[in-house]
T-cell receptor, first 114, second 115 residues
Framework: AQSVAQPEDQVNVAEGNPLTVKCTYS??????LFWYVQYPNRGLQFLLK??????LVKGSYGFEAEFNKSQTSFHLKKPSALVSDSALYFC????????????FGTGTKLQVIP | ETGVTQTPRHLVMGMTNKKSLKCEQH?????MYWYKQSAKKPLELMFV???????ENNSVPSRFSPECPNSSHLFLHLHTLQPEDSALYLC??????????????FGPGTRLTVT
């Protein structure tokens, strides 16, 4: 069975500083990995995905994520945080091959402090 | 906006009521999903439809009954719910299930409170 761990319930970062939101996964075989963001009173919004190829994936709003197969991690990063980045971030994984359901993590609340 | 709408946005219902949640996607997608989101828990996948055919029923109690009349519309019929069913119910769609790389597009959700 696949699983996703987001070890931090909340991450606080000062505006302008780099941010990292952590994600580790467990899956049989190769993974597809996703990051979604949820703003208050809204549904989840797709940020970026890793399918294959370059381990550094760039996505929306200046976010990027690094796939590390040996550490089974897919941490979300941004070089300079904005107050408007404050939201709930979800990591998700699904295995390759046929129809497989997506498993989401519990979410990490990012608070960017002005 | 993501192209997925949900109504109502908020719903309060008693345990003996019957109500329905509606989802509509304007993206031309073939797959639709219902999720339950509760605080501090992972998103729980409830149902998956592909081209109006249910492909997954994730051990959901029978008091939740989905309906997919066409590939653009998805309903969740609710009856005799329990207080622990109070949550945010999210609808999502994706281009299809066969190509697993497609991301999902989510609606804003229906905040359900069972009293």
């Amino acid at each position: 069975a696949q699983s996703v761990a987001q070890p931090e319930d909340q991450v606080n970062v000062a505006e302008g500083n780099p941010l990292t939101v952590k994600c580790t996964y467990s899956v049989s075989g190769n993974p597809y990995l996703f990051w979604y963001v949820q703003y208050p009173n809204r549904g989840l919004q797709f940020l970026l995905k890793y399918i294959t190829g370059d381990n550094l994936v760039k996505g929306s709003y200046g976010f990027e994520a690094e796939f590390n197969k040996s550490q089974t991690s897919f941490h979300l990063k941004k070089p300079s945080a904005l107050v408007s980045d404050s939201a709930l971030y979800f990591c998700a994984v699904r295995p390759w091959g046929g129809y497989q359901k997506v498993t989401f993590g519990t979410g990490t609340k990012l608070q960017v402090i002005p | 906006e993501t192209g997925v709408t949900q109504t109502p946005r908020h719903l309060v219902m008693g345990m003996t009521n019957k109500k329905s949640l509606k989802c509509e996607q304007h993206l031309g997608h073939n797959a639709m999903y219902w999720y339950k989101q509760s605080a501090k828990k992972p998103l729980e996948l409830m149902f998956v439809y592909s081209l109006e055919e249910r492909v997954e029923n994730n051990s959901v109690p029978s008091r939740f009954s989905p309906e997919c009349p066409n590939s653009s519309h998805l309903f969740l019929h609710l009856h005799t719910l329990q207080p622990e069913d109070s949550a945010l119910y999210l609808c999502a769609s994706s281009q299809d299930l066969a190509q697993v790389i497609y991301e999902q597009y989510f609606g804003p959700g229906t905040r359900l409170t069972v009293t």
